[in-house]
């Protein structure tokens, strides 16, 4: 099971972007499909995109579709959330999640492992 550990969020004003980064420890990272949620204050969790264990399907949100971009690196054991023209209502709470399964489009939410989420503020 590998451990996560996002990084990369912070405040951003409207039209601006951010890059989340999700590390992984632990053995075989390259196996795992990679998947980032967000929770925003009193909202359910909210997939956002997910990623297969070679990085060459990939899967979005309709609302993140054309400003985020999902991606890995298996050799640094990281996953990538490139965000543009973020909107306030991108505010949340981002998390990474790590799955052995095959990717699936709706994800799995009850994924091997979590990480502790990221905040990322999105101001007017």
């Known amino acids: 099971q590998v451990q996560l550990v996002e990084s990369g969020g912070g405040l951003v004003q409207a039209g601006g972007s951010l890059r989340l980064s999700c590390a992984a420890s632990g053995r075989f990272f390259s196996t795992y499909t990679m998947t980032w949620f967000r929770q925003a204050p009193g909202k359910e969790r909210q997939f956002v995109a997910t990623?297969?264990?070679?990085?060459?399907?990939?899967y979005y949100a309709d609302f993140a579709k054309g400003r985020f971009t999902i991606s890995r690196d298996n050799a640094k054991s990281t996953a990538y959330l490139q965000m543009n023209s973020l909107k306030p209502e991108d505010t949340a709470v981002y998390l990474c999640?790590?799955?052995?399964?095959?990717?699936?489009?709706?994800?799995?939410?009850?994924?091997?492992?979590w990480g502790q989420g990221t905040q990322v503020t999105v101001s007017t």
């Open positions: 999640a790590a799955d052995g399964g095959l990717i699936t489009l709706p994800p799995t939410t009850n994924p091997q492992s």
């Open positions: 990623i297969s264990a070679s990085g060459r399907t990939t």
